[in-house]
């Protein structure tokens, strides 16, 4: 069993910043690669980013390319998600995964971005 818990969310303006965290606790972390997700209302939760267990490979949604960097710190038990240039269109409720397909989730954290 692994725990995932985020934070980092909030209300940003447009063209604002933000860093989301998501620790995990329980089974070994290092292990599973790791995911954020998102979930807009009224729409279905998408991909955003992935990491490989070392941080040698990572993927993204195209709609973040070159805005957001996923990262992790394995001896802290810890993945980021830094946001930059962020856009109301990022507006929704974003969550930390592992596995693949994802077998943990954690509760989400609100990001808001106002124009």
């Known amino acids: 069993q692994v725990q995932l818990v985020e934070s980092g969310g909030g209300l940003v303006q447009a063209g604002g910043s933000l860093r989301l965290s998501c620790a995990a606790s329980?089974?070994?972390?290092?292990?599973?690669?790791m995911g954020w997700f998102r979930q807009a209302p009224g729409k279905e939760r998408e991909f955003v980013a992935s990491i490989s267990w070392n941080g040698g490979i990572t993927s993204y949604a195209d709609s973040v390319k070159g805005r957001f960097t996923i990262s992790r710190t394995n001896a802290k038990n810890t993945v980021y998600l830094e946001m930059n240039n962020l856009e109301p269109e990022d507006t929704a409720v974003y969550y930390c995964?592992?596995?693949?397909?994802?077998?943990?989730w954690g509760q989400g954290t609100q990001v808001t971005v106002s124009s």
């Open positions: 995964s592992a596995g693949v397909p994802p077998a943990y």
């Open positions: 329980g089974r070994t972390f290092v292990g599973y690669t």
